[in-house]
C-alpha cells in the first residue's frame, strides 16, 4: 500500500507545482548550455555493473502508420471496469538491508491495488486507432520517489511528454527506464539524497510501455505506458476507467496489468459511446 501524503490546501499544491516546474526549466536550460549541475551531469552516467535487465515482451509495439490528429472528431466515451480474481494479491513485502533505517526493515508489495473485484493500475487503450483528437497540449509527467516507493506506480502519457523525477528520500537511487525488446535503457537518472527535480524526455520520446527500475535496490518499481494517441486510460483502485471522445467504429481494446494477462477485446463504438467489462486472469 503506498502511504497517503498530509492533505496540503490548493495554494500550497499550485505553488509546490509553479516551483517543480521552475526547477525543471532551470535544469533543462542548464543542461542545454552545457554546464548541468553535478546532480545532472550524474544523471545521464550510466553504469554496467548491476544494471536491470529490459524485458523481453513487447507490450506496445509502435505503430504501422502514423496518427493523423483531427481538430473536428468527435464521439462518445468508452467506460468500464476492469476485474480480476480474489486470488490476484500482493506479493510479499521486500527487505530494505542496508537502508532499512530510511525505509524500515521491509516495503510492501504495491503492484496490486483493488477494491472488491475491481483492479486498479490497469492501462487501458485502443489499439488500433489511427485517426482522432489532437494530442493533448500538457505533456509533463511527473515520477516521486518519496517515503522509499516511486510513485505513481502505474502512469501513461503521449510521446513526447516530459517526466519530472522528483527525488524526496534519503538515499541514492541510481533509476533505468527500461522499455520491452529495447538493449539499452532509454534514461538513466540519479536520485541523490536531496530534494531535487530532474527532467528527462528520453522515457516517452516514443512508444512503448518503459519499466522504471533502481539498480541498487530491489524495491523501486513504476510504470510509464508511451502512446502516439490520447485514447488511453489507467483504472481507478475499483477498476473503473474512461476514454473520450472516440469517433464512432469498431476498434481493438487492450488492457495490460503488471501481475495479469493482458487481454484483447473488440468494443463497437457508437455515437453514445459504449461500455465494456473486462476480467483479468493472474499470469
Known amino acids: 500500500m503506498i502511504a497517503a ?14 516551483l517543480r516546474i521552475a526547477l525543471a526549466a532551470l535544469g533543462a536550460l542548464a543542461a542545454c548550455k552545457g554546464d548541468a549541475p553535478a546532480a545532472q551531469a550524474r544523471a ?3 553504469s554496467a555493473t548491476g544494471d536491470p535487465a529490459a524485458p523481453a515482451e513487447i507490450v506496445i509495439a509502435r505503430p504501422s502508420s ?3 490528429p483531427d481538430p473536428a472528431a468527435s464521439g462518445g466515451a468508452i467506460t468500464g471496469t476492469v476485474t480480476a480474481p480474489a486470488s490476484l494479491t500482493a506479493g510479499a513485502p521486500i527487505s530494505t538491508g542496508r537502508d532499512s533505517a530510511v525505509c524500515g526493515p521491509a516495503i ?4 496490486v491495488a483493488r477494491q472488491g473485484n475491481g483492479l486498479g493500475g490497469a492501462i487501458v487503450w485502443l489499439d488500433d486507432i489511427r485517426r482522432g483528437r489532437p494530442l493533448p497540449l500538457e505533456r509533463r509527467l511527473e515520477l516521486e520517489s518519496i517515503k522509499c516507493r516511486l510513485t505513481p506506480r502505474v502512469q501513461a502519457g503521449v510521446v513526447g511528454s516530459t517526466v519530472n523525477v522528483i527525488g524526496h528520500d534519503a538515499f541514492r537511487q541510481h533509476l533505468r527506464f527500461l522499455a520491452g525488446g529495447e538493449p539499452e535503457p532509454r534514461a538513466a537518472v540519479l536520485l541523490d539524497q536531496y530534494e531535487q527535480v530532474i527532467p528527462t524526455e528520453r522515457p516517452l520520446a516514443e512508444t512503448g510501455l518503459v519499466v522504471v527500475r533502481d539498480k541498487d535496490h530491489a524495491w523501486p518499481t513504476a510504470y510509464i505506458a508511451a502512446f502516439d494517441h490520447p485514447y488511453f486510460a489507467v483504472t481507478a483502485p475499483n477498476g473503473t476507467f474512461r476514454i473520450d471522445a472516440v469517433p464512432p467504429g469498431r476498434y481493438r481494446l487492450r488492457v495490460w496489468h503488471e501481475r495479469a494477462r493482458d487481454t484483447t477485446q473488440v468494443v463497437d463504438v457508437g455515437a453514445g459511446g459504449a461500455t465494456v467489462n473486462v476480467t483479468l486472469g493472474a499470469k
Open 5 to 18: 501524503r498530509p492533505p496540503r490546501s490548493a495554494a500550497s499544491r499550485t505553488a509546490r507545482r509553479a
Open 44 to 46: 545521464r552516467e550510466s
Open 66 to 68: 502514423r496518427y493523423q
Open 108 to 111: 510492501e508489495d504495491s503492484s
